[in-house]
């Protein structure tokens, strides 16, 4: 016979959630294990608790299987980005970026061009994945090149990146949210305009300001000098290299999908690195799953290339799997539905909802390093209380795009922080305080649910329809 499973209590939710936030903190900062041991490891510290609640371990290892099982997707997209990296180095596409832009960019007006550069490309293609570990790696690259401090290259890298996030048809990121909240995809794009283009604008204008600030009045022209030395030396500059860029924003222009996007652009890739740079099709087939290796004889130079590779991208789909398990565990056995639905008694206005919505995100991005695990659970318990507040759901599904997605960059263990850590080679700690558009997007949301501004409510019209049709509103409906 089945055991009878106890719900748990709010008491009960908090303790669970103490001890796993503190095993988790104690393994980071006293023993110095790795992210994705610590990860990985707390399924077992959530077992005992589980088991109090009446699941049986088969029970909870399905929990698991279940959410890793929504993580497939992720994961061969990152196998992609990890061939396109190398392969885009290889052939000779982020060189040439590199190349050109030392040569025409000034530092003055380099953080502005980064993030701009970064945002057009992020909008057709809808990945800021994609984005930063291409367009961004190039971007670093000049930067890097110009003397400016890495962590300021990587935050205006990052800004720019994530524009695409918010207001891409194409992006993932945006079809979720509104497919969760119940908003039709252009509805809900049109309402994130309300943050990203002030956000957009104020990003520009600071990035103008610090550009000024910190680069000096003229260029180390000996560094640029031998960096662009260095790259004619080892590769074929030219138009011929950013085919393979072309290709792919052309793709996911016409929307397919981005894996098979990926996986072509990094075909014709092949062809370029073989055909034009010269290597050979085992080299290349070295480079696709290891990463691409070279050496340019210049020290600042190497690191920006040697990267990417399938086996790069390993340790992070490991912790994808962790993380996913983890949250997999809490969600199976009702923890996380206590926390939240305990919030959702004791909210009763507009910044109430606000504000318990962004705090929601973020305490799923801390305990769930996974957007779309933030955007599926915090969707799916706060739209209904927008509704009752007669607060039309595209005002949810705007604070839970940005904040998941933004968000998730300042939770040093988040995949999203720990893919940008690795791909641009910088401590997510020095890109964060310049991360000025996720900065300034999550400010702006939370100013707009306290003052009201753009925060769309139903007519009474539209509130009565809502109250006749909308299975979220039953229970007013029945009162």
């Known amino acids: 016979m089945e055991k009878v499973k106890k719900a748990p209590t709010l008491s009960f939710a908090l303790i669970t959630l103490i001890v796993l936030i503190l095993f988790i903190i104690i393994g980071l900062t006293v023993f110095g294990m790795p992210v994705i041991t610590v990860l990985f490891f707390s399924w077992l510290v959530l077992v005992p608790f589980a ?27 990152l196998l992609a980005i990890g061939c396109l990296v190398s392969i885009w180095l290889c052939a000779g596409t982020v060189p040439t970026l590199i190349f050109w832009g030392l040569n025409l960019i000034t530092p003055k007006f380099f953080l502005l061009i980064a993030f701009l550069v970064c945002s057009f490309v992020s909008l057709p293609t ?7 570990s291409t367009a961004g790696v190039a971007m670093m690259g000049v930067g890097l090149g ?53 956000a957009f604008v104020l990003t520009a204008i600071l990035f103008i300001v610090l550009g000024f600030k910190y680069a000096g009045t003229s260029l180390d022209t000996v560094t640029i000098t ?13 138009w011929v290299t950013l085919i393979p860029l072309a290709v792919v924003i052309a ?27 010269g290597y050979g099709l085992s080299d ?31 340790e992070l789909i490991g912790v994808v799997v962790a993380s996913l398990g983890m949250g997999g565990i809490l969600k199976g056995i009702g923890i996380l539905n206590t926390l939240v639905e305990a919030l959702g008694k004791v909210i009763k206005s507009m910044a109430g909802v606000t504000v318990a919505t962004a705090v929601e995100c973020a305490l799923c991005v801390t305990l769930v390093a996974n957007n779309y695990f933030s955007m599926i659970m915090v969707g799916t318990l706060m739209t209904p209380l927008f509704k009752k507040l ?3 759901p595209e005002n949810a599904s705007r604070i839970i795009n940005d904040w998941s997605s933004c968000g998730s ?54 509130w009565k329809e809502a109250l006749e049709n909308d299975p979220d509103l039953a229970s007013i409906k029945a009162a």
């Open 51 to 77: 088991l109090y609640l009446g699941f049986t371990t088969k029970e909870i290892e399905d929990s698991v299987y279940e959410m890793v099982k929504a993580g497939i997707g992720l994961f061969a997209l």
């Open 284 to 314: 290349v087939g070295n480079f696709l799953a290891y990463g691409f290796q070279v050496q340019t004889g210049n020290e600042l130079l190497d690191p920006i290339l040697n990267r990417g590779g399938i086996s790069s991208m390993l």
């Open 226 to 238: 031998n960096l662009t030395s260095a790259l004619g030396s080892t590769f074929h500059i030219g």
């Open 126 to 132: 809808g990945t800021s994945w994609g984005t930063i």
């Open 146 to 198: 110009l003397g400016l401090p890495a962590g300021m290259v990587a935050g205006a890298v990052v800004s720019g990146a994530y524009v695409g996030d918010k207001l891409s048809p194409v992006s993932d990121t945006p079809l979720l949210t509104s497919t969760i909240c119940k908003v039709p995809l252009m509805k809900h794009i049109k309402h994130m305009l309300y943050s990203t283009v002030p």
């Open 251 to 277: 793709l996911l222009v016409m929307r397919q999908s981005a894996v098979g996007s990926i996986m072509i652009g990094c075909v014709v890739g092949v062809l370029v690195a073989t055909l034009y740079q």
């Open 390 to 392: 007669k607060l039309k």
């Open 409 to 462: 960059m300042f939770i040093p263990f988040n995949i999203g922080a720990i893919f940008v850590a690795s791909t641009l080679g910088v401590p997510i700690l020095a890109v964060l305080p310049f991360a000025l558009f996720h900065i300034i997007v999550m400010a702006l949301d939370l100013i707009y649910g306290l003052v009201g501004f753009s925060m769309t409510k139903y007519s009474d019209e539209q």
